[in-house]
């Protein structure tokens, strides 16, 4: 994540995400499907509690299906629209134009029974980077647009893309901050490669995802690296890796770093598989017991 999150910065996103707001119809939310919890914004719910939305699970490819069927049951019992999408190949979005018409529905059709032409839908798409917000501008504008976001002192004129004749999307999506001062958020976040490896130790963020495929995805640990169980000594894991691997320093000993970079680069790039990182019970079992 190129962003810095100062206090400061977390104001300007939310007032840039704000000013916009005025301008729509409709909020597109962003999430990555590996992690529908961790990669949303922490105040999404307030900064965009009077407009309609349209939750989108992306990167669904990646993510394991099973999992990304309960977070959808799991949103939709919240009263959100939601659907799975995958950007990058284009999957899902005619849904997302009938879904973003659909919620839109009653208040152009009061606006028709008051005489006005019906207009193109107003959307805005919102996220945390790296969660795929230009890749969806561009699919659904069928062209190479949004390069980047808000950048500071960047100025330029918002400029309305059009979707087909039925929506119109701002160019520029609202960059909003992850929930990263929860250390599990910042872990997990680092695991996909949502935020860069340069802000968290690459060997910390390695343990984590050992453990993590050692507790959910076993089978998939032994498949790719002969691993059947990650005991309490994740250097046991390392070193396993590292001599089946051939990550290894000059002496012959294993480099931990060599590791570290072939398992989170394998992790990502899909050799373990379609990969969830949490489920909605894990949202359960963490708010037991806490205060009420
Ligand atoms: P942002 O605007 O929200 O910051 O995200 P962006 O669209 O730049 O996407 C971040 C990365 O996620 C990109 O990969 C993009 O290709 C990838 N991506 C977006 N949507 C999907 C999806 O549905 N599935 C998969 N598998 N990947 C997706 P990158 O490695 O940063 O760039 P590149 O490899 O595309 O050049």
């Known amino acids: 994540m190129a962003i810095q999150w100062f206090p400061g910065h977390m104001a300007k996103a939310r007032r840039q995400v704000t000013e916009k707001l005025k301008l729509i119809d409709v909020v597109i939310e962003l999430i990555d499907a590996r992690l529908p919890a961790s990669s949303r914004n922490p105040m999404i719910d307030e ?19 099973k999992v990304t069927k309960e977070w959808i049951a799991y949103f939709e019992a919240q009263g959100h629209k939601v659907l799975a999408i995958d950007a990058q190949s284009g999957k899902g979005m005619k849904e997302i134009i009938n879904a973003c018409q659909e919620l839109v529905k009653e208040k152009f059709d009061k606006m028709r029974a008051k005489g006005i032409k019906p ?5 805005l798409i919102v996220g945390i980077p790296n969660v795929g917000k230009s890749t969806l501008i ?11 976001g808000d950048r500071p002192g960047v100025t330029k004129a918002q400029q309305w893309i059009k979707v087909g004749k039925e929506i119109e999307l701002l160019d520029t999506p609202g960059i909003l901050w992850p929930k990263f ?21 690459l060997q910390d963020i390695t343990v984590y995802a ?20 990650i005991t309490d000594d994740i250097v046991e894991a390392f070193d396993a890796i590292g001599k089946l691997r051939g990550c290894l320093m000059g002496g012959g000993d294993v480099d931990y770093d060599k590791v570290s970079d072939l398992v989170l680069r394998e992790l990502r790039g899909g050799r373990l598989g379609r990969l969830t990182f949490e489920r909605p019970i894990d949202l359960e079992v963490s708010t037991e017991g806490a205060p009420e």
């Open 181 to 201: 001062e929860d250390e599990l958020v910042g872990l997990r976040l680092a695991t996909t490669g949502a935020i860069k490896d340069s802000i968290m130790n």
């Open 119 to 123: 207009r193109a839908v107003r959307a």
């Open 47 to 65: 900064i965009i509690s009077h407009k309609p939305r349209l939750m989108l699970l992306n990167k669904a490819d990646l993510a394991d299906d």
């Open 138 to 148: 561009n699919k659904l504008a069928k062209k190479n647009i949004a390069q980047t």
């Open 210 to 229: 050992l453990r993590f495929l050692g507790e959910r995805y076993p089978k998939r640990l032994e498949e790719r690296y002969g691993i059947t169980a």
